[in-house]
């Protein structure tokens, strides 16, 4: 209900309809309805459908077969049509699950994704009872973990190294080498072999990430980053498995070390010159982005997909390394990417207090899950849903427009969201600048609706110079 509706009801309900479009609790006295309860048969469906594939497929690291076993069945387009079904049938929501002692609330209406990012980490807290186990295991005083107290401290440090406000990092001029240097490298490989396959692809990525956040002493190091991925898989049992303290230890250790001897140039170089009060924890920031630099490497191979099958596409990329090298489209790439198939499907939080969504109550200590790929892929209300539309990162993006939440939003979106885009569309622009790349084995991006789930490690790109 809206509030120019208001005027035809009478007045107490006037009252409650108008508090409760600004989420306000109701009166006293006034009878309080709790938010609506999904019936057992679509809680099980939910359920199947929508919260375990992304628990299955790993949320702290990718399980690969996983990942191709639910490709194979296009399952966030199943998702999505279990979220729509949610809607039509309970309303704007946020829908229910009741799962034993515990409530689950999945986010249907898109002015509440705002209202939950705009109100981290209170009542919505970020800290949820998945994470903290989950990132214990490798990084137990991240910020993504920490209470609101520590965010204090561990939020603005983040963002003050990471530049979060800037498009283009101090270090952007630096890593423009570094990508380009890297991407020759492949480019030689490639002479050789005539195919660029993820893991390929994947191997060149790591060298540039080591080099940007550690610098260039850390470029082979991939003992220190298969360490981090061990521990990573640890995490995907979250509290079922218990946390492997030494191996944790020397992760920590080496990455301290690397951390004090990371050349200028580098992020490491920029937070060691960053001022750090009491309880920031610097080191403990960093595996968060190396871990997070994973997944831009999965957003990086895909925007490749969407590049190299949409006309026009690369060549635009290769003129704008001439005429604009911040890259502009190829952000919007890689953001399409991720609108596309977003890496963090689903953002969580957990409510500390009873809140009120149109005068309906949720109970403090629910979990609230914004499933991005509804919100992203939902033709009732996005036109460009299934298809690749750059132009929609090619303006800036009102607040209150139709939420399109790859890096999050609100209080906690992603620190690292501009840092990403610069290394992500800097290696897509150089791996189409002397090559056509041809997507193999995978018909049907080109034209028609774009599937709902892509695998970014079944990729395989056939190579064919520009001049050949
Ligand atoms: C494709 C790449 C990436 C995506 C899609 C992504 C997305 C996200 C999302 C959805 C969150 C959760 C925010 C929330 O709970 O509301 C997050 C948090 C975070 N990301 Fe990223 N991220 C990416 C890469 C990076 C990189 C490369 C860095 C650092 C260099 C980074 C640093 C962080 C940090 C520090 C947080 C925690 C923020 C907080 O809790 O306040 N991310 N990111």
């Known amino acids: 209900m809206t509030p120019e509706h208001v005027d035809h009801l009478d007045p107490a309900a006037a009252d409650a309809a108008a508090r409760a479009a600004a989420h306000e609790p109701p009166s006293p006295g006034e009878a309080a309805e709790e938010l609506p309860v999904a019936s057992a048969a679509d809680t099980a469906r939910a359920l199947a459908q929508v919260v375990l594939p992304v628990a299955a497929r790993g949320a702290i690291t990718r399980r690969p077969r996983v990942v191709g076993a639910l490709d194979r069945v296009d399952a966030d387009a199943r998702a999505v049509t279990v979220m729509q079904h949610l809607r039509d049938r309970?309303?704007?929501?946020?829908?229910?699950?009741?799962?034993?002692?515990?409530?689950?609330?999945?986010?249907?209406?898109?002015?509440?994704?705002?209202?939950?990012?705009?109100?981290?980490?209170?009542?919505?807290?970020?800290?949820?009872?998945?994470?903290?186990?989950?990132?214990?295991?490798?990084?137990?005083?991240?910020?993504?973990?920490?209470?609101?107290?520590?965010?204090?401290?561990?939020?603005?440090?983040?963002?003050?190294?990471?530049?979060?406000?800037?498009?283009?990092?101090?270090?952007?001029?630096?890593?423009?080498?570094?990508?380009?240097?890297?991407?020759?490298?492949?480019?030689?490989?490639?002479?050789?072999?005539?195919?660029?396959?993820?893991?390929?692809?994947?191997?060149?990525?790591?060298r540039v990430v080591r080099r940007v956040v550690l610098g260039d002493s850390a470029r082979d190091d991939d003992a220190l980053t298969d360490r981090l991925l061990r521990l990573r898989r640890h995490g995907n049992w979250a509290y079922l498995r218990p946390?492997?303290?030494?191996?944790?230890?020397?992760?920590?250790?080496?990455?301290?070390?690397?951390?004090?001897?990371?050349?200028?140039?580098?992020?490491?170089?920029?937070?060691?010159?960053?001022?750090?009060?009491?309880?920031?924890?610097?080191?403990?920031q960093v595996p968060q982005w190396l871990f997070a630099f994973d997944a831009a490497g999965w957003a990086l191979a895909r925007a490749l997909a969407l590049v190299t099958t949409h006309e026009g596409a690369a060549a635009r990329l290769r003129d704008e390394l001439g005429t604009a090298p911040d890259l502009p489209y190829g952000r919007a790439c890689v953001l399409e990417s991720l609108r596309l198939w977003p890496t963090t499907p689903a953002i969580l939080r957990d409510t500390d207090r009873e809140t009120s969504w149109r005068g309906?109550?949720?109970?403090?200590?629910?979990?609230?899950?914004?499933?991005?790929?509804?919100?992203?892929?939902?033709?009732?209300?996005?036109?460009?849903?299934?298809?690749?539309?750059?132009?929609?990162?090619?303006?800036?993006?009102?607040?209150?427009?139709?939420?399109?939440?790859?890096?999050?939003?609100?209080?906690?979106?992603?620190?690292?969201?501009?840092?990403?885009?610069?290394?992500?569309?800097?290696?897509?622009?150089?791996?189409?600048?002397?090559?056509?790349?041809?997507?193999?084995?995978?018909?049907?991006l080109s034209d028609g609706p774009l599937p709902g789930t892509l695998d970014p490690f079944g990729l395989r790109f056939r190579p064919h110079p520009l001049d050949g």
């Open 90 to 206: 309970y309303g704007p929501g946020p829908v229910q699950l009741r799962l034993g002692a515990r409530r689950v609330a999945l986010v249907l209406d898109p002015s509440d994704v705002h209202r939950v990012l705009d109100g981290t980490p209170e009542p919505f807290r970020a800290d949820t009872r998945e994470k903290r186990p989950a990132l214990g295991h490798f990084q137990p005083e991240g910020v993504l973990a920490s209470d609101p107290g520590q965010r204090e401290v561990r939020r603005p440090f983040n963002e003050a190294v990471l530049q979060s406000g800037r498009t283009v990092h101090e270090i952007g001029d630096r890593t423009r080498d570094v990508v380009r240097e890297e991407v020759a490298g492949l480019r030689e490989q490639l002479r050789h072999d005539d195919v660029l396959d993820f893991d390929r692809l994947v191997r060149t990525w790591w």
């Open 360 to 444: 309906r109550t949720m109970r403090a200590g629910t979990s609230v899950v914004v499933f991005a790929p509804f919100f992203h892929r939902d033709d009732a209300t996005l036109p460009q849903a299934h298809r690749f539309a750059p132009e929609l990162w090619l303006r800036e993006r009102g607040h209150d427009e139709h939420p399109l939440v790859p890096f999050s939003g609100g209080t906690a979106i992603c620190p690292g969201r501009n840092i990403t885009l610069l290394v992500t569309s800097q290696v897509l622009a150089r791996l189409v600048e002397e090559h056509d790349l041809e997507l193999l084995d995978r018909s049907g």
């Open 243 to 284: 946390a492997d303290a030494g191996l944790r230890d020397r992760f920590l250790t080496g990455l301290a070390s690397r951390v004090e001897a990371a050349e200028e140039g580098s992020l490491a170089a920029v937070l060691r010159r960053t001022p750090a009060p009491p309880g920031t924890e610097p080191v403990q």
